[in-house]
């Protein structure tokens, strides 16, 4: 019921209210409930059609839901949810066990991934966060809520519906409110593994810990604290396609100076630019490795992700790079934690 909870009102809920939790939720539906018990759901239908009729917003929910939703009971074959719901027509579909209560919720897109992806998915959530104490005085970073959901969750479910399925997680401070949090990842049909840093590692020294035997293809290394509506897929297509070693995903940034900037030469002012502009490519927080990537990383010891990337442009591996033109906000700040929340 834990994970529902965005999405489930009781039935003296104003339907104001819920109109505008349905605004905010990814499942797009509203559940009623009562006593675990489902009294019916509401959809955008339900609420266009509450305005064509003129309904009074200050009411109860249950003036309005549909109160006869079609629900299946729990079955082990998630096939027979799929084919339920494209035979009745639904995105959505509760699933209730033998005693009518609520245990899940089904939704098409779960099960649209044209594609689903062997490689493996590296989620670097082992630092302090020390810039946003004393919030995270309690918290590991990547448990911070946007919203309802951990930023470690909102990262984890957009990378499922683009089809990835293997995940690890690297942590080290307060390690076990994300362990207990995500489990195994079997709640989420996925499967999840732990890098337990015994000590500091760095930004990419806990790949190190990785048994070279375990990945398949390309691996996906991304912070724990960047958020993005960028399409990972094809970051990793890119990278396929260019056949390269790795992949640095960067973000364009302009710089305004707000002054006038004076250009001098011999001892004379050449020029005045007014507040000039300029550009640069920062490090997004995402990158691409081909899996021979940990031959070159020393087992255990401290190395952050420039270091081991500038290691590899030394040694001659090609190194290309993939502009996220999409929303992104790396969570470092507290200025940056607001503006998650007010964009994502």
């Known amino acids: 019921m834990k994970k529902f909870k965005n999405i489930i009102v009781s039935p003296l809920c104003k339907i104001s209210k819920a109109v505008e939790m349905l605004q905010t939720t990814d499942e797009k539906i509203i559940l009623i409930l009562e006593k675990k018990k489902i009294l019916g759901t509401l959809t955008d239908g339900d609420i266009r059609r509450a305005i064509i009729n003129n309904i009074d917003f200050k009411l109860p929910v249950t003036k309005i839901m549909n109160n006869k939703p079609l629900m299946m009971k729990f079955r082990q074959d998630e096939s027979f949810f799929l084919e339920f719901m494209k035979k009745n027509v639904i995105r959505h579909l509760p699933i209730v066990n033998e005693n009518n209560e609520l245990v899940d919720l089904k939704l098409l897109d779960q099960f649209l991934v044209k594609k689903k992806y062997d490689n493996w998915v590296l989620l670097m959530c082992g630092g302090r966060g020390e810039r946003l104490s004393p919030l995270t005085d309690s918290i590991p970073k990547p448990m911070i809520s946007i919203g309802d959901k951990p930023i470690l969750e909102i990262i984890i479910e957009n990378l499922i519906k683009e089809g990835f399925q293997n995940f690890m997680i690297s942590v080290n401070y307060l390690k076990d ?59 990793l297509k890119s990278h396929t396609n260019k056949n390269d070693f790795g992949t640095v995903v960067c973000k364009k940034i302009i710089n305004k100076l707000p002054y006038g900037e004076v250009l001098v030469k011999n001892k004379k002012v050449k020029k005045i630019n007014e507040k000039p502009k300029s550009t640069h490519l920062i490090s997004a ?41 999409k929303e992104w906000v790396d969570i470092g700040n507290n200025n940056n934690l607001s503006e998650a929340r007010s964009r994502f």
């Open 285 to 325: 927080g995402i990158y691409v490795f081909d899996k021979k990537v940990l031959d070159f990383i020393k087992s255990n010891e401290y190395l952050d992700m420039p270091d081991l990337i500038n290691d590899l442009i030394k040694k001659k591996k090609s190194i290309s790079f993939y502009i996220n033109d």
């Open 177 to 235: 409110q994300i362990k207990n949090y995500f489990g195994d990842g079997s709640s989420k049909a996925i499967r999840i593994e732990y890098i337990d840093e015994k000590k500091k590692l760095g930004t990419a020294g806990s790949m190190s810990l990785i048994k070279k035997n375990k990945l398949r293809g390309s691996i996906l290394v991304m912070n724990g604290d960047v958020l993005t509506k960028l399409s990972v897929v094809k970051i």
